[in-house]
């Protein structure tokens, strides 16, 4: 809370400033604005990957079983349905909403919170001038932070697609996981995550950074309307989706692949990620990149909308800001 003004020796001034003071919202800082980011963070990532869990589940099948599902994404819904039922689309919910939240909270704040750091390390002047090198170091370490909390549900949710009579929804399947086969299988895809997660969020957001930058040199974003920065929001995470989802897509399909099933005893997580590497060549690895392109379009775009709004509705709109 801020400190009460300093007297202007006048009664009638005093009065009037402390009105006004009183009507200024206090500007966060500090935990109380990087709460706020997380939490805008975990529900934009939340809402977006579980509201696309059906996208996701016809996208995992078609990487993990492509002789079979072969007719596209819309042919693919139909498989699904056709094969077990409109219910099987939303396999993996669980996981996804849950792995997604914690993902969302690191991901986004962290992301704030190491531009800031970064600010305070070289400078505000030489941190924009380097904005397009903040913006991706800042995304790596968010993004590897994240990837901890998130490995252990995303390895639940492949499972639990790959193998729809493995348990009944997150509780069984990350239980059973955990006694069968002990915390390391949750992490056997940590590698493969890294190498998709990572490079996708550094696109993802020097994507969105430099269109948004780009749209806003031309429209003065104070005078803009909450509509219009939504839109803009929108279309820039979807120009981002995009680029994300092509620069991540073979280490996707490799994460598919590892938690598909367990490994041959004695076999370590690089050698079998060679093998499936080798086995799946280049254009192997892009296995449901229509799926995926859809997919990752179409949440990051409702991600980056969801997360403006929700920061604006937190007061915490704006963000660490270095473009010029």
Do not use: W
């Amino acid at each position: 809370m801020a400190s009460p003004a300093a007297s202007t020796g006048s009664t009638k001034v005093d009065a009037v400033v402390q009105k006004v003071a009183a009507a200024t919202p206090e500007k966060l800082s500090g935990f109380a604005l990087y709460s706020r980011f997380a939490l805008a963070g975990a529900i934009c990532c939340s809402v977006t990957h579980g509201a696309l869990t059906p996208v996701d589940v016809v996208k995992t099948r078609i990487q993990l079983d492509p002789a079979t599902y072969n007719k596209g994404l819309i042919g693919g819904f139909r498989q699904v349905i056709a094969k077990e039922g409109a219910g099987a689309l939303l396999t993996g919910f669980g996981p996804t909403a849950a792995g997604y939240f914690l993902q969302g909270t690191f991901k986004f704040g962290g992301y704030e919170l190491f531009k800031q750091q970064s600010i305070n390390v070289l400078g505000y002047e030489s941190a924009s001038n380097n904005r397009t090198a903040v913006y991706l170091a800042s995304a790596a370490l968010a993004e590897f932070f994240a990837d901890i909390a998130l490995c252990p549900l995303e390895a639940t949710r492949i499972r639990l697609v790959s193998e729809p009579t493995y348990a009944n929804g997150l509780i069984g399947g990350f239980g059973k996981m955990l006694r069968n086969e002990g915390v390391g299988a949750f992490y056997a895809g940590f590698g493969p995550i890294l190498f998709k997660q990572v490079p996708y969020t550094m696109t993802k957001f020097v994507v969105y950074e430099k269109v948004s930058e780009l749209v806003y040199q031309t429209i003065d974003k104070k005078t803009a309307s909450d509509g219009l920065q939504t839109t803009i929001n929108l279309g820039s995470g979807l120009m981002a989706g995009f680029a994300a989802a092509i620069v991540s897509q073979p280490a996707d399909t490799m994460l598919s692949k590892i938690n598909k099933t367990k490994g041959l005893p004695g076999e370590g997580t690089t050698s079998r990620l060679i093998k499936i590497a080798k086995e799946l060549g280049l254009r192997g690895s892009y296995t449901g990149i229509g799926a995926r392109l859809f997919m990752v379009g179409t949440l990051t775009a409702g991600q980056f909308a969801i997360y403006g709004d929700v920061k604006k509705a937190l007061g915490a709109s704006g963000g660490v800001e270095i473009s010029k």
